[in-house]
């Protein structure tokens, strides 16, 4: 068959809203799709190229020849299309694109579904229509645990270095040492972890296909397709299905703000700056040595949208959260004087952004009212998580990096220095209501010399746990929805090496056993305690019993549910010396039982505390007409709830 006897590839409709950045499904008609045309089966191609001389579909169908399927351009739209008849899934291409300058670049496909893992770079033709889902009732559901008033206890993954085969014989031949477990492995080992140790989601580091491992996928090519590292897009499927059928939500790490030079990338596509500013003041990023999207282009705007929703539609997954927010609302992010240009007004907010993101959220919530948008927002714009209608960027979380920072820094002092710095503990509930805010434990903080969770905890081994335990329960407690990266859970010592695996084998022993234990309760205790989770928002669910107590290093306060009588008494003790006698003001004249205590010996602790419950006294305290008197154990946590009929 001819492959230039079918014509109209795309419609009049279609090519009006690609044209206008309104085609919010492009991926269906953009890319390499497998059909079937006058009854003939073959591969439709179309790929937007405005300033190329010429395209040609090159693979290992015709021996990777620049001649043998030419395509042709829909004039006025910059869309050169074309159908290859009997070619099948499975099969290797890219594009050749001719420049005006007489050079030839091999180009990917900024549309494919799957690629080869890399090195390699070629696109696969993939057909996504043949698997069969099994997840109907967690999509019929899953507004529930999604929703801002459920608990949300987040573990994000590097799916790479979670763990690694255990045998050469599981290894893939050819590779050298451990090999990375597959998609299939994952979504029977990660998910099972995961749903043990309670997680509500798992969040993944970007797995879009991404040519350096080092950059953890945070540099990615293929914005339409799950790497290749661990099996094809229907593995993946499988992964993400494996996860809602155990009641575990799927989040996406993804990345519209940059995107990488490598040459057989978007970088400079047709011999123009197509999907990157042109000026290096606009479309250079100075850190991470990336291209910037030019979102003030239709064409790119509608690119990235449609990734968007291409991973909410297709894979299922239930939220994204947005990478280096704060990089693509500034136009002097990280630039010295000079080295940036100003928005048409002279200032310094990138309109174009703004704009872009608010348009995502709006789509994402029309589309997918159910799902989670997170802004990884690290500066004091204001309203990220308020709707767009309100003035706001319209995430529905944004992640609280100011808690993170003070809260890290103030459990690294020596607790005899730590009296000097409690505004650092107090501090975020002057701001923590101004945001729907998540608190992250994140892979940011276990690199680059910042050290492991537990190795950043001063003392002996046994302080060091403690200290874990206790700041691991302020993270609980503290208002907000939860994120902790993969390790921080069992108290890895070492920083995380994404070419490795975790050190499971540090589980032999019994502190490390423990600490994962107490995640484990903590996890329990914050699902099943309405008062922990349900009003992470509002002030009305949180409540001061006393913050002025720095010369001890010690804080206590309340968290309220919804309903009238439900909350916890919440107390922290930041030294390694046990308080006895300490009094602190409660509501009820009632028995308050011990529902964690840190220092218990199961977790590993000293063992000092309350005998597991406690009765109020008609004595005032702290504003409070009753109060109790409490032993409270070195570097430990009590949380305390009353006992009613």
């Not at 990917?108 to 690629?115: A, M, Q």
């Not at 309670?198 to 090519?221: A, D, K, M, N, R």
């Not at 589980?507 to 099943?528: A, I, P």
Request: hydrophobic share 35%; aromatic share 14%; with cysteine.
């Amino acid at each position: 068959h001819d492959p230039y006897f079918f014509r109209d590839l795309l419609s009049d409709y279609d090519l009006h809203l690609l044209g206008e950045g309104n085609h919010f499904r492009s991926y269906q008609k953009l890319g390499a799709h497998p059909e079937t045309r006058h009854r003939v089966k073959g591969v439709r191609f179309a790929v937007w190229a405005p300033n190329a001389r010429a395209i040609s579909v090159t693979g290992d169908f015709n021996g990777w020849s620049r001649r043998r399927h030419p395509m042709e351009l829909h004039p006025g739209t910059g869309i050169w299309q074309l159908f290859i008849p009997g070619l099948e899934g499975g099969a290797l291409y890219k594009y050749a694109v001719h420049l005006r300058s007489g050079q030839i670049l091999d180009k990917i496909d900024p549309y494919g579904f799957y690629f080869e893992e890399p090195p390699q770079t070629a696109a696969v033709v993939h057909d996504l229509s043949h698997y069969e889902w099994q997840d109907e009732d967690w999509m019929k559901g899953r507004a529930a645990p999604n929703g801002l008033q459920a608990p949300i206890s987040i573990y994000e993954v590097h799916l790479g270095s979670w763990k690694r085969k255990a045998s050469p014989e599981e290894s893939t031949p050819g590779k050298d040492g451990p090999q990375p477990l597959g998609y299939r492995q994952l979504a029977d080992e990660l998910v099972e972890y995961a749903r043990e140790m309670g997680f509500t989601h798992i969040e993944l580091l970007p797995i879009t296909e991404h040519p350096y491992s080092g950059s953890w996928g945070y540099q990615s090519t293929g914005y339409f397709a799950p790497t290749s590292r661990f099996g094809n897009p229907d593995d993946f499927r499988y992964f993400v299905d494996k996860c809602h059928q155990n009641g575990i939500g799927v989040l996406l790490d993804w990345v519209p703000g940059h995107f990488p030079r490598d040459l057989h990338g978007l970088a400079s596509f047709d011999g123009s700056h197509l999907y990157e500013h042109a000026d290096p003041r606009q479309g250079a990023h100075p850190d991470w040595g990336t291209l910037i999207f030019n979102l003030g282009r239709n064409e790119v705007r509608n690119f990235l949208l449609s990734s968007a929703l291409f991973w909410l539609d297709q894979y299922h997954l239930d939220g994204l959260r947005v990478d280096a927010v704060a990089s693509m609302l500034y136009l002097d992010y990280s630039r010295e004087e000079g080295d940036w240009l100003p928005n048409r007004y002279g200032g310094k907010e990138n309109l174009e952004a703004i704009d872009f993101l608010r348009r995502f959220n709006e789509l994402v919530f029309e589309y997918y009212p159910d799902t989670l948008s997170i802004a990884e927002e690290s500066t004091a714009w204001p309203s990220v998580s308020r709707p767009t209608y309100l003035g706001g960027l319209g995430f529905n979380l944004k992640w609280n990096m100011g808690w993170m920072h003070d809260s890290l820094e103030y459990i690294s002092k020596d607790p005899i220095h730590r009296k000097f710095h409690h505004e650092k503990l107090t501090f975020s509930l002057l701001y923590a209501f101004s945001e729907n805010y998540l608190l992250p434990l994140s892979h940011d903080e276990v690199v680059h010399g910042k050290r492991s969770l537990i190795d950043k905890m001063p003392g002996d081994v046994w302080q060091k746990f403690a200290n874990l335990r206790l700041y691991l329960t302020y993270f609980f407690g503290h208002p907000g929805k939860k994120l902790l990266f993969m390790g921080g859970e069992f108290g890895q010592w070492s920083e995380w090496d994404s070419e490795g695996a975790l050190d499971w084998h540090l589980l032999n022993w019994d502190l490390h056993r423990q600490v994962r234990e107490f995640v484990r309760e903590l996890n329990r205790l914050y699902r099943s305690e309405p008062s922990l989770h349900q009003i992470d928002f509002h002030w009305k669910g949180f409540e001061w019993i006393d913050f002025h107590d720095q010369d001890h290093s010690v804080i206590s306060f309340e968290r309220r549910g919804s309903q009238v009588g439900d909350y916890l008494i919440l107390v922290y003790n930041f030294t390694p010396r046990p308080r006895t006698d300490y009094r602190i003001g409660v509501p009820d004249l009632l028995s308050y039982r011990e529902l964690l205590n840190s220092d218990a010996r199961h977790w590993g602790g000293s063992n000092l505390g309350n005998l597991g419950q406690i009765q109020a006294e008609e004595v005032p305290k702290h504003g409070r007409k009753y109060s109790l008197t409490l032993t409270l154990p070195p570097l430990g946590a009590l949380v305390l709830k009353p006992e009613r009929e």
